[in-house]
């Protein structure tokens, strides 16, 4: 089983709303990512959990607010987002340590997002 | 700096023909690289991958092939078919880095035609 569960798939939120994206695994990958996606565009990477500690943020604004409560889930914190926030969301996971399967990051679906 | 290339944005071939995507990389670092399939709306699926330590992976119609030297992998498709056309990523990531995250190329979008 290689799945990553994210919820909602379709978002749409107010610039002066709060909402947020979930993300499950179960696994056992203690590495999960926080990508974004434009129309047209590789994912771009966001944040990275290593067991359960922020260990990359790249430099993405404040309004973003990521969450790891545990080894399983993921979540995406929105506040005051701007139209152009508007992208698919991705959550991914792997494995720590290496190895030809410890290397592979697998992807949710994605949280198709738009701010109005 | 764009340290993994796809230099063909999209690329058409016939149904049953071989499919073949291209990428290059610049950072010697990378010892993993991926292959992802991407359909509009969906999160990349893993197709394949290969460490630097092979220059062969394969998987059922999917084979690819790195040349360390020229810091080249590609990606072969036999045969192909309708349901194989999406945008192909192609991924690197170097291992002992810890998790660093994926750095992408642009994509090929592969089209196949009856």
């Known amino acids: 089983d290689t799945e990553v569960t994210q919820t909602p798939k379709h978002l749409v939120m107010g610039m002066t709303n709060k909402k947020s994206l979930k993300c499950e695994q179960h696994?056992?990958?203690?590495?999960m990512y926080w990508y974004k996606q434009k129309a047209k565009k590789p994912p771009e990477l966001m944040f990275v959990?290593?067991?359960?500690?922020?260990?990359i943020n790249e430099s993405v604004p404040s309004r973003f607010s990521p969450e790891c409560p545990n080894s399983s889930l993921l979540n995406l914190h929105l506040h005051a987002l701007q139209p152009e926030d508007s992208a698919l969301y991705l959550c991914?996971?792997?494995?720590?340590?290496?190895?030809?399967?410890?290397?592979?990051?697998?992807f949710g679906e994605g949280s198709w997002l738009t701010v109005v | 700096d764009q340290q993994v290339k796809q230099n063909s944005p999209s690329l058409s071939v016939q149904e049953g023909r071989i499919s073949i995507l291209n990428c290059d990389y610049t950072?010697?670092?990378?010892?993993?690289f991926l292959w992802y399939k991407k359909y509009p709306a969906e999160g990349p699926t893993f197709l394949i991958s290969i460490s630097s330590i092979k220059d062969k992976n394969e998987d059922g119609r999917f084979t690819v092939f790195l040349n360390k030297s020229a810091k080249h992998l590609s990606l072969h498709i036999v045969p192909s078919q309708p349901g194989d056309s999406a945008v192909y990523f192609c991924a690197a990531l170097y291992s002992g880095g810890g998790a660093d995250g994926l750095t992408f190329g642009k994509g090929t979008h592969l089209i196949i035609q009856p």
């Open positions: 950072n010697s670092m990378f010892d993993y």
């Open positions: 991914a996971s792997s494995h720590m340590g290496g190895g030809l399967s410890g290397n592979t990051i697998y």
């Open positions: 959990y290593s067991y359960e500690k922020l260990s």
């Open positions: 696994m056992g990958h203690r590495a």
